[in-house]
């Protein structure tokens, strides 16, 4: 379950998230509202969170990704605004935190060089002195728009394995399942993720580009799908949707 970041008053500095952008779509992506009310979560696990998100039927329009001193995620949800994503998933991490200790010695040292080397100098600290302003923390943002209703709902790519002795590269029959969006066709079907689709209306399927063209084609028709589970092959029939 995604966590909605709490809002702050948003920077009117340079915002870092927008600087170090990059779309992952290539078809002008953003949100089918003229409005969107574009919300924010605190991501917890980037491989999960991604499959989540195309389950519930977005899709990615891009990331931000950069090092530094601590930004707030507002900045992330300016961006996102801005791009008319309906979502942003952002995710922080401190990579040099000074421990209490150590920092605690660098105050001392500190100290000792102002008073000049005088003895039994009295050294008095707050929580605020002891944090580190040096910490550098790692940023990483997902953004993301609501899909309109799919005419099948599946999410599939190509597996290729290697052979750690020859290291020759071979294609792996049909197309492995990623996520299967919520209350699809596909969904109703019964297939599932991580299932392999071999076959759609008796035509193998061994590209994602062709696949998608297929069901595309086939819009509002009914369509067999042969898939396999465990080495169980499986034909379900569903009712595309159409657009």
């Not at 605690?104 to 000792?112: G, N, T, Y």
Request: aromatic fraction near 8%; hydrophobic fraction near 35%.
């Amino acid at each position: 379950m995604l966590n909605l970041f709490s809002t702050l008053a948003i920077s009117e500095e340079a915002n870092l998230f927008q600087v170090n952008y990059s779309t992952q779509s290539n078809n002008n992506l953003h949100s089918l509202q003229k409005k969107p009310d574009t919300k924010i979560y605190a991501g917890m696990n980037k491989e999960k969170d991604n499959i989540r998100m195309l389950e519930d039927g977005y899709d990615l329009m891009g990331i931000s990704s950069f090092q530094g001193p601590f930004v707030e995620p507002n900045q992330a949800l300016r961006h996102a605004q801005a791009i008319e994503a309906d979502a942003v998933l952002v995710y922080d991490r401190k990579i040099n935190e000074m421990t209490r200790s150590a920092r605690l010695r660098q105050i001392h040292d500190e100290m000792k060089k102002e008073s000049k080397g005088e003895k039994n100098t009295v050294i008095e600290v707050s929580e605020t002195d002891l944090k580190d302003k040096n910490s550098k923390f790692e940023f990483y943002a997902t953004y993301w728009a609501k899909l309109p209703p799919p005419i099948l709902g599946l999410h599939v790519i190509k597996l290729i394995t290697k052979n750690s002795d020859t290291k020759e590269t071979q294609q792996e029959k049909g197309l492995k399942v990623i996520a299967v969006i919520k209350d699809s066709p596909a969904f109703k079907a019964g297939i599932q993720k991580g299932d392999v689709v071999l076959a759609f209306n008796d035509a193998n399927t061994e590209s994602p580009e062709e696949f998608s063209k297929s069901v595309f084609k086939q819009q509002g028709n009914k369509v067999k799908i042969k898939y396999a589970r465990d080495d169980e092959e499986k034909v379900v029939a569903a009712e595309l949707n159409r657009r």
